[in-house]
């Protein structure tokens, strides 16, 4: 479980660090659009099978501090990545993980992601939503985060035995 704290740590300061560097206005975002904290947590959920509760914890802990560090929105981030996690347990409990299927999970939780941040931009109305600005979300996020979570999940895969608890099926 320590390469998976490692794992969402780096990550969350990747994401940091990257969004410091790439445009991120409406209607300016670069095709690298970093949400490296997102696909580190599907990525590292199969160190925490058999103990979903220190998951869900770590979503919520994960989520607290990105809203903290990063957009000062209390509680917004904890419940979004809380139920990216239920997302993420849903997706392993009924798909094998394999090298393609990671690219699935992160293609789906991404976008339900970012549909959630948009029912409830759309629900408070902060700012004006349509559904090509969430598509145009969606498709700006995808290409780096699907790079990442295959990278990482590589890492993963290069770990001695005793340390990973992934079976990579090629």
């Known amino acids: 479980m320590a390469i998976a704290i490692i794992i969402l740590i780096c990550s969350f300061f990747l994401d940091g660090i990257l969004s410091n560097f790439l445009p991120y206005m409406v209607g300016d975002l670069s095709i690298f659009t970093p949400m490296l904290t997102i696909v580190s ?70 976008s339900s992601y970012e549909c959630m941040n948009a029912i409830i931009i759309l629900l408070f109305q902060l700012v004006p939503m349509t559904f090509y600005r969430l598509l145009y979300k969606i498709g700006h996020s995808l290409l780096l985060n699907l790079c990442y979570g295959e990278i990482v999940y590589f890492i993963i895969w290069l770990l001695p035995s005793k340390y990973k608890r992934i079976a990579i099926n090629s």
């Open 41 to 110: 947590l599907i990525v590292v959920y199969p160190f925490f099978i058999k103990k979903e509760r220190y998951y869900f914890i770590s979503c919520f802990v994960l989520g607290i501090c990105y809203d903290f560090m990063y957009t000062n929105l209390l509680f917004y981030n904890a419940v979004l990545f809380s139920l990216v996690g239920v997302i993420v347990l849903l997706l392993y409990k009924y798909i094998r993980p394999t090298w393609l299927s990671l690219l699935l999970f992160i293609i789906v939780v991404i």
